[in-house]
């Protein structure tokens, strides 16, 4: 059985930072492209960022660019999400995607995209 788990998420004061992790059981990361979506109440689930196989390329929102860092260790089967400089309007559940799509200028679901649970961030003015 597959399971993705996310943690790290929290209250945090504007400009404060936090740390996402991801983790899975039944499925390794290593043949996938990652992503860490976003939904917040009564808005879409949004692409924050993605990774490739090797680390190599990587894409950002513009809302999170220069703020947010993600990264991919796929011998411990982990993904992770620095999140520096948090704004209030980052307040939203956090999704771990495994299987997104990657190009140059987008990081998107796919129809095979697996998802964990979500882990909630709020930043508090």
């Known amino acids: 059985q597959v399971q993705v788990v996310e943690s790290g998420g929290g209250l945090v004061q504007a400009g404060g930072s936090l740390r996402l992790s991801c983790t899975a059981s039944?499925?390794?990361?290593?043949?996938?492209?990652m992503g860490w979506f976003r939904q917040a109440p009564g808005n879409e689930r949004e692409g924050v960022s993605c990774?490739?196989?090797?680390?190599?390329?990587?894409h950002y929102a513009d809302s999170v660019k220069g703020r947010f860092a993600i990264s991919r260790d796929n011998a411990k089967n982990m993904l992770y999400l620095q999140m520096n400089s948090l704004k209030p309007e980052d307040t939203a559940m956090y999704y771990c995607?495994?299987?997104?799509?990657?190009?140059?200028?987008?990081?998107?679901?796919?129809?095979?995209?697996?998802w964990g649970q979500g882990t909630q961030v709020t930043v508090s003015s």
């Open positions: 039944g499925l390794t990361f290593d043949g996938n492209v």
């Open positions: 990774i490739n196989l090797s680390g190599g390329m990587t």
């Open positions: 995607a495994v299987g997104a799509r990657l190009t140059s200028d987008s990081c998107a679901a796919s129809g095979l995209t697996r």
